[in-house]
């Protein structure tokens, strides 16, 4: 980025997180998110970080905004009232779905339920081959009589998914015309632009989840920039996507089906520079907020990225469980489990945590906002771990009374259990639960937690980062500068980027180069048309993949194409490397063919470079100290406050220890040391079972 003066906004389910960059300096704010308005929350932030600033708000030049709007929409079924039109015969396709068990012994197995009821999903007479050729005209009688349903159910939006489209889209574009014509101002999402792809239930369900929150998020786009305009903001307002990359208010509202992981991915961004600054080539991303956690893994600075996400699981890591969407996303876990996780006893008197959150409002019991159920949050408070007069800057005085009641009604009490041992099972269960998922996400993708780095950011995570990286083998932890904001830091480190896919199924033996070729420039005609929105001048990096298979495969591998020839030698080549780092081996004699090509364009990003080694060399003195409890042995310890900023590169301490700041707090266990490194980063090791 080149702007001068940014403001990044993050909003997460429980806090809307602002990060002002100045020529000099950062500042940044942590407030509670107003579900009922989120942009609310962001207006009178902006207000606050502009005062505290000194400046107005026509001094900035950039505003980057990432949000969880989408995604909640589609987990609280909020969105708008949607109907499907489909090829005659395929209404069901979206209930359908896999047409397998995703809990294979589960007797109560329940699907997703579909974001449109059956009554909605209407269909016309049209059929394509699956070369593109027409079997069936589109029947545009038929089409237009269903304006009338539309009217009589007034329909807020629409999604329309026939069948092959992704080689031929000219039905839907007339069936998309012909309906703008009939009903002025519906908002109406074709497959053919949102999610060029093969496998139809999956094009569809994006198509769908796309029209589902487009006038939701076209709203409040909107309440955005006049909200900002009314404070005098005038700069542009870009939207962060999952992908990692940033794009325009048009864009967004366009597909705003790919902002469902926007928050998330500013995180993953950040991690990747710290790990650049540090050196750290195996790195583990983990954020964990007010409602999530969220991890995600970094090999040779680069995060993992994948074309297939699933939104509101029903089974906490079940595949197939959620509503998938096609779109590129830096490849995540994401759990329950955050500050705000609820606590409770089961049915077979074990302490469970989330993966209900009490979110914002009513809050955890310490907020003193009406909640009633204990919360990591309030197990933290109750271990000493959070101070509850600094609690988000001191902004929120937290009630550590109220916190201690929730865990005994609760937890303690059911069990017969003090408050302290209620507290610390609430606590390492909810480590444990974040770790696992570490571990599962590690193993589907052919990797390892063990010896890499943890790069620890959001409200929550540095007073759980340790633990959890002791359970995953992992014997350091860094924690970025401001790092209980640190999702809307790496937002301002985000690229203008877009990635277009195209499905065009051939077998590397019959490969024609030029095709090939012809294919990737008009994806990146099209990729241009939305990066250049952003970014008029100024040159674009580019980056090439094709989606392969040994023929009779299901599914596909991601292969870079960067720098490779398009002939069937040199993919075979790109294929079959990809394939051995995956599998270990190849499989000698099989065809193989490329199924979906994409690319992606944007804003050229350089890592930066190294910073030089600092080790802890003199010690750092403590401001205070505090009663803790440690969560591991329930040792009563007198442990030594820290406040951030009074340290400096080459201060060292060791544990027990807690380090506080605004935006989070830094916990130090028993048994570990840490340092601050040149950019002011935390570094913690320790040993590891």
């Known amino acids: 980025m080149t702007a001068r003066i940014r403001l990044a906004v993050d909003i997460g389910g429980t806090f809307t997180d602002l990060v002002l960059a100045l020529p000099d300096r950062t500042v940044s704010t942590k407030l509670l998110t107003t579900h009922h308005a989120p942009d609310d929350a962001v207006i009178a932030g902006t207000r606050t970080i502009l005062a505290e600033a000194g400046i107005d708000g026509s001094a900035l030049e950039l505003v980057v905004h990432g949000t969880t709007l989408a995604t909640n929409a589609l987990i609280e079924r909020k969105g708008a009232r949607c109907a499907l039109i489909t090829t005659a015969g395929f209404r069901d396709s ?10 294979q012994y589960d007797l109560y197995m329940e699907r997703p339920v579909p974001l449109i009821e059956r009554d909605l999903r209407l269909e016309v007479p049209e059929r394509l081959a699956a070369d593109g050729s027409v079997l069936l005209a589109l029947n545009e009688a038929a089409l237009l009589r269903l304006v009338d349903v539309l009217k009589a159910e007034r329909i807020e939006a629409v999604a329309i998914s026939f069948l092959h489209s992704y080689i031929n889209p000219a039905h839907e574009e007339r069936a998309r015309d012909l309906l703008a014509a009939a009903m002025p101002g519906l908002p109406i999402t074709v497959s053919s632009e949102v999610c060029r792809e093969i496998r139809e239930y999956e094009r ?12 939701l998020m076209a709203s409040y786009l909107g309440r955005m920039r006049d909200g900002l305009a009314a404070i005098g903001v005038r700069c542009p307002l870009l939207l962060m996507m999952s992908s990692g990359g940033i794009c325009t208010v048009e864009t967004a509202t366009r597909f705003p089906v790919r902002l469902v992981e926007s928050g998330p991915a500013g995180g993953v961004i950040l991690a990747r520079r710290i790990a650049a600054l540090g050196g750290y080539n195996r790195a583990l991303s983990f954020d964990m907020g007010g409602t999530t956690a969220k991890i995600t893994l970094i090999d040779d600075f680069t995060p993992q990225q994948s074309r297939h996400f699933e939104v509101a699981r029903a089974y906490r890591f079940a595949k197939g469980s959620g509503i998938p969407v096609r779109i590129p996303v830096i490849d995540m876990v994401e759990i329950g489990a955050g500050g705000g996780s609820i606590g409770r006893v089961d049915q077979l008197r074990r302490i469970a945590v989330g993966p209900d959150s009490a979110g914002s409002d009513p809050g955890p019991a310490c907020y003193a906002r009406g909640g009633t159920a204990p919360t990591v949050t309030d197990a933290d408070v109750v271990l000493g771990r959070i101070d509850p007069a600094r609690f988000a800057g001191g902004k929120i005085t937290l009630d550590p009374v109220r916190a201690r009641n929730a865990v005994l009604a609760d937890v ?24 696992s998922a570490a571990r599962v996400h590690a193993v589907e993708n052919g990797k390892d937690t063990a010896g890499r780095t943890m790069i620890a950011f959001g409200g929550a995570a540095p007073l759980h980062a340790a633990r959890v990286a002791q359970k995953l083998g992992i014997s350091r932890v860094v924690i970025p500068v401001d790092a209980g904001v640190g999702s809307a830091h790496g937002f301002l480190d985000a690229p203008i980027a877009y990635e277009v896919a195209r499905t065009f199924l051939l077998r590397l033996d019959g490969l024609d ?22 970014m008029p001048l100024g040159q674009l990096a580019e980056r090439r993949t094709a989606f392969m298979r040994y023929r009779g495969q299901g599914h596909e591998i991601a292969v870079r194409l960067d720098g490779a020839k398009l002939d069937p030698i040199a993919l075979r080549s790109a294929f079959e490397t ?11 004699g099989l065809e193989i063919e490329a199924v979906t090509w994409t690319l992606a364009l944007s804003q050229p990003y350089a890592l930066p470079t190294m910073d030089p080694v600092v080790v802890g060399s003199k010690p750092a003195v403590a401001a205070l100290s505090r009663r803790m409890i440690e969560a591991i042995n329930g040792e009563i310890i007198d442990a030594p406050v820290y406040t951030r900023d009074s340290l400096t590169p080459g201060d060292a301490f060791f544990g027990p ?33």
Not at 94 to 103: D, G, K, Q, V
Not at 412 to 427: F, K, N, S, T, Y
Not at 578 to 588: S, V
């Open 578 to 588: 990809t394939y051995t780092q995956l599998f270990g081996r190849i499989i000698p």
């Open 204 to 215: 569809t369900s994006t198509t769908v989840a796309n029209a589902y929150v487009l006038p």
């Open 412 to 435: 303690g009490a059911p069990l017969d259990m003090p408050i302290e041992q209620a507290a610390r099972g609430i606590v390492e269960i909810v480590d444990e639960t974040m770790a």
């Open 94 to 103: 979206l209930e359908i779905a896999y047409e397998h068990r995703f809990e």
């Open 513 to 534: 180069s030029d095709m090939i070729e012809d294919l990737f420039c008009d994806m990146r005609a099209e990729a241009e048309a939305v990066v250049r929105l952003g």
């Open 657 to 689: 220890a807690a380090i506080i700041e605004d935006g989070t707090t830094t916990i130090v266990p028993t048994g570990f040391r840490g340092w601050i490194a040149y950019g002011g980063e935390i570094i913690i090791e320790g040993n590891v079972p």
